[in-house]
């Protein structure tokens, strides 16, 4: 495993960095009660498999990919970001760690992926463990506004639909750029607000599904200039995304046995709510999605 102790002692001192509490918190209860976990992706995978048999890498991927768009969208930012076999690849806000394990798989390059969540981020390690591909994949429990890496240390460095969950934008991207060579590359998809979108829906959107802050696409690419990122490029998923948000939907309802045996009844019709809500911002056209790229 690479430099491994190096980057778990780093990561425990960047813990302890204060953070803005309220932001933090609600982010991390949203995804203690997410309908895609580890127990989740662990019992649909023995669904389809049957228990008695080693998993390998590709078993999960049906199932641990909790972003927009499953691995092609992850290959698409890989490609975005010039992810080669010898990159050293940093996933920022890993989640369960599907991308990065796709990553490792795909391309043979080395990971670290960084999670706040301790649930997720504690999950992601026992998956990578359960599927051999802990000396590719370094799962590190962190704050994305202050990576415990040194400068120019990454060839690549990606994220996916998680600075929506992140006030301070500036700071993220300035970090990523931080931690990158000189010329390596910065991509990632977010949500995006579009001009419709009213304060109370944004409001709705922080207290319900912990959309910190929702930037424009113009925002963003003014962002990423900013943190000194060159050629940068912004796409418009909003129409891409658009079916898959209505298939998403409909899995998050086959899924109400388990997610209520999980978090109970009152819970499952919150959650139906609160992502119907969500979806129908999508179907107004007032949210949408972006995919973005940048040098540094």
Same mark, same amino acid.
């Given at each position: 495993?690479?430099?491994?102790?190096?980057?778990?002692?780093?990561?425990?001192?960047? @813990?302890?960095?204060?953070?803005?509490?309220?932001?933090?918190?609600?982010?991390?209860?949203?995804?203690?009660?997410?309908?895609?976990?580890?127990?989740?992706?662990?019992?649909?995978?023995?669904?389809?498999?049957?228990?008695?048999?080693?998993?390998?890498?590709?078993?999960?991927?049906?199932?641990?990919?909790?972003?927009?768009?499953?691995?092609?969208?992850?290959?698409?930012?890989?490609?975005?970001?010039?992810?080669?076999?010898? @990159?050293?690849?940093?996933?920022?806000?890993?989640?369960?760690?599907?991308?990065?394990?796709?990553?490792?798989?795909?391309?043979?390059?080395?990971?670290?992926?960084?999670?706040?969540?301790?649930?997720?981020?504690?999950?992601?390690?026992?998956?990578?463990?359960?599927?051999?591909?802990?000396?590719?994949?370094?799962?590190?429990?962190?704050?994305?506004?202050?990576?415990?890496?040194?400068?120019?240390?990454?060839?690549?460095?990606?994220?996916?639909?998680?600075?929506?969950?992140?006030?301070?934008?500036?700071?993220?991207?300035?970090?990523?750029?931080?931690?990158?060579?000189?010329?390596?590359?910065?991509?990632?998809?977010?949500?995006?607000?579009?001009?419709?979108?009213?304060?109370?829906?944004?409001?709705?959107?922080?207290?319900?599904?912990?959309?910190?802050?929702?930037?424009?696409?113009?925002?963003?690419?003014?962002?990423?200039?900013?943190?000194?990122?060159?050629?940068?490029?912004?796409?418009?998923?909003?129409?891409?995304?658009?079916?898959?948000?209505?298939?998403?939907?409909?899995?998050?309802?086959?899924?109400?046995?388990?997610?209520?045996?999980?978090?109970?009844?009152?819970?499952?019709?919150?959650?139906?709510?609160?992502?119907?809500?969500?979806?129908?911002?999508?179907?107004?056209?007032?949210?949408?999605?972006?995919?973005?790229?940048?040098?540094?």
């Amino acid at each position: 495993m690479w430099e491994t102790f190096s980057v778990y002692h780093s990561v425990r001192r960047a @813990a302890r960095r204060p953070l803005p509490y309220d932001d933090i918190v609600s982010v991390i209860e949203f995804y203690d009660r997410h309908p895609i976990n580890e127990a989740q992706v662990l019992a649909a995978v023995a669904r389809r498999r049957g228990s008695g048999t080693s998993l390998r890498a590709s078993d999960l991927f049906d199932f641990d990919q909790d972003h927009y768009g499953g691995l092609a969208a992850v290959e698409t930012l890989a490609r975005r970001a010039g992810v080669a076999p010898a @990159a050293r690849v940093l996933d920022v806000c890993a989640g369960l760690g599907g991308p990065a394990r796709f990553l490792a798989y795909r391309f043979g390059c080395r990971v670290a992926a960084v999670e706040l969540n301790s649930g997720r981020a504690a999950g992601a390690a026992r998956l990578t463990r359960l599927v051999g591909l802990d000396r590719h994949v370094v799962v590190a429990r962190a704050d994305a506004t202050a990576l415990p890496f040194a400068r120019a240390r990454f060839d690549a460095c990606l994220s996916q639909e998680a600075f929506l969950h992140i006030a301070d934008k500036a700071t993220v991207l300035g970090e990523c750029r931080r931690v990158l060579r000189p010329g390596g590359r910065l991509a990632f998809t977010d949500w995006i607000a579009r001009p419709r979108l009213g304060d109370l829906e944004r409001q709705r959107l922080r207290e319900w599904m912990a959309a910190t802050t929702l930037q424009t696409i113009d925002g963003y690419r003014a962002l990423l200039g900013r943190a000194g990122f060159t050629t940068v490029r912004a796409e418009d998923l909003s129409d891409e995304w658009r079916p898959i948000l209505r298939s998403r939907r409909e899995m998050y309802r086959a899924l109400r046995d388990e997610t209520i045996a999980r978090f109970g009844e009152p819970w499952y019709h919150d959650y139906q709510q609160v992502y119907g809500f969500f979806v129908g911002l999508v179907e107004d056209g007032k949210l949408g999605g972006g995919r973005f790229s940048g040098t540094a």
